[in-house]
């Protein structure tokens, strides 16, 4: 095994143990499930650092562990897309390479786009298990597609901000945690 797939593999295994402890501190708690907390940090992170493999791979295991800790559900298919589907759509945060990018402000905007993106694959899987398996949870009279955008975007966005917040920082003031040294633009 050569030494740079070693240290992707490590990074891997670290930014999946410290997700799990982040999701462990919640912010705020949804009563069917999904909660605001970083647990989003370090996989945007890994997939912005080492691509889409790493980044996808890393949410899937996050994703898998998390079903071990309590995580509720009502259907097998349910649990897949909530847990390692979900979180392994936020590994599409590797889809750019920023470190191919020149200017701060591009290199910015290009972080902010694919946490997006990422967020966007995770609310789909979200969105789709609320449609089908928690839409008798909505309010007499509302659709359950509507039930579930207001609901999963309830706790989704405020974690995106704070993902790209903590991201964003992390870029200015520790880009190394973010482009790999040899890669990194000085």
């Known amino acids: 095994m050569s030494r740079q797939r070693l240290l992707i593999l490590l990074e891997m295994a670290m930014m999946t143990a410290l997700a799990l402890v982040f999701s462990e501190i919640k912010v705020f708690q949804m009563p069917q499930g999904g909660s605001v907390s970083l647990v989003m940090v370090p996989i945007a992170l890994l997939a912005v650092r080492r691509g889409l493999l790493p980044g996808v791979t890393c949410g899937i295991?996050?994703?898998?562990?998390?079903?071990?800790?309590?995580?509720?559900?009502?259907?097998?298919?349910q649990l897949l897309l909530d847990y390692p589907v979900a979180f392994g759509a936020l590994g599409l945060a590797g889809l750019v390479r920023l470190s191919a990018i020149e200017k701060r402000t591009n290199k910015v905007m290009a972080l902010w786009s694919v946490l997006f993106v990422g967020v966007i694959g995770r609310f789909v899987c979200h969105f789709l298990s609320g449609v089908i398996w928690f839409g008798k949870?909505?309010?007499?009279?509302?659709?359950?597609?509507?039930?579930?955008?207001?609901?999963?975007?309830?706790?989704?966005?405020?974690e995106m901000i704070i993902t790209g917040i903590v991201l964003t920082v992390v870029m200015s003031s520790a880009p190394q945690l973010l482009f790999p040294v040899r890669n990194r633009l000085a």
């Open 61 to 77: 295991l996050v994703g898998v562990l998390q079903t071990f800790f309590g995580s509720g559900y009502v259907h097998p298919v």
């Open 137 to 158: 949870y909505a309010p007499e009279g509302m659709p359950a597609a509507l039930y579930s955008f207001v609901y999963n975007i309830t706790y989704l966005l405020p």
